[in-house]
DNA sequence: CTGACTGCAAACGTTTTGCACGGTA
DNA sequence: TACCGTGCAAAACGTTTGCAGTCAG
């Protein structure tokens, strides 16, 4: 289990609770939308506040402790950032998969392609997972 | 200028001069947000509301004349379905670009990898433009 | 102890819905 | 003419903001 104490301080940030609980719960589930964090939270902090769950997700996106990923028909959801990455969705039962793939030439041929200087790829698949085939 | 007035008649949708000028308007434009939409078809139909616009947008998407791109930072846009492609996109003055590249390798490998039967890749790239640059 | 954070409530922006009128086929 | 589509208004969402009380450092 990654700890975001200090690295919430290093960024003049409190480490209070309800932050930790938020990267303890990226961490355990890997990509979550707002609700499905808020529906975690809840359990831990029978008062917590969605404004709560917005202001630090933002504060973390500012941050770059996390990254959003827009996903097709489904609800942006967030991650902590970590080497980048792909993502694959499974479109029956919502699960989603980092996978590492090298683009670098995909990139290269673009960038000289469209006279682009290209700093970002984000790639999502989508199909149907093993277990829901 | 493509017509779509057959093809909604197809789906027993009414080829009304709102929804022609829609499918016009991305037609010409490429890539449309609602916002971007709406004031373009402000001034073809003083008192159109968003309502209609919403409401033929997702008609339009359910009977797949229209697919959603959803862009990292940028509002969602909108355009006319055609051969599956990607994207690139200007971070600094959001210009969005086709681009058609073959995705084969990435998806075989993948998909043996990850037992998924892959039926999709939404590829989006991000970076700086030559007039921006 | 002090400034930052939380939780509440209200505000705000976006999208959807219901309904009466108008236009397409 | 019959019904679908439009435009309006209101409702429903999702997200942000302001503020008073609380807590981390």
Redesign the interface.
């Known amino acids: 289990m990654n700890n975001y104490t200090d690295t919430l301080r290093k960024h003049n940030l409190k480490a209070t609770p309800q932050r930790l609980a938020i990267t303890d719960s990226l961490c355990m589930h890997g990509h979550m939308s707002i609700d499905a964090l808020y529906d975690v939270m809840i359990k831990k902090f029978s008062s917590i506040s969605l404004a709560t769950i917005y202001k630090n997700i933002n504060l973390m996106l500012e941050n770059a402790f996390i990254q959003?990923v827009?996903?097709?028909n489904l609800k942006t959801v967030y991650e902590l950032t970590k080497h980048s990455h792909s993502h694959?969705m499974?479109?029956k039962c919502g699960k989603i998969?980092d996978?590492t793939?090298d683009?670098k030439a995909?990139?290269n041929?673009?960038?000289s392609?469209?006279?682009?200087?290209?700093?970002?790829?984000?790639?999502?698949?989508?199909?149907?997972?093993?277990n829901c085939?």
Do not use: H, Q, Y
């Open positions: 959003e827009k996903l097709p694959i499974c479109e998969n996978i793939l683009l995909i990139v041929t673009v960038s392609l469209e006279n682009f200087e290209i700093s970002k790829a984000d790639l999502v698949l989508s199909g149907v997972c093993k085939a």
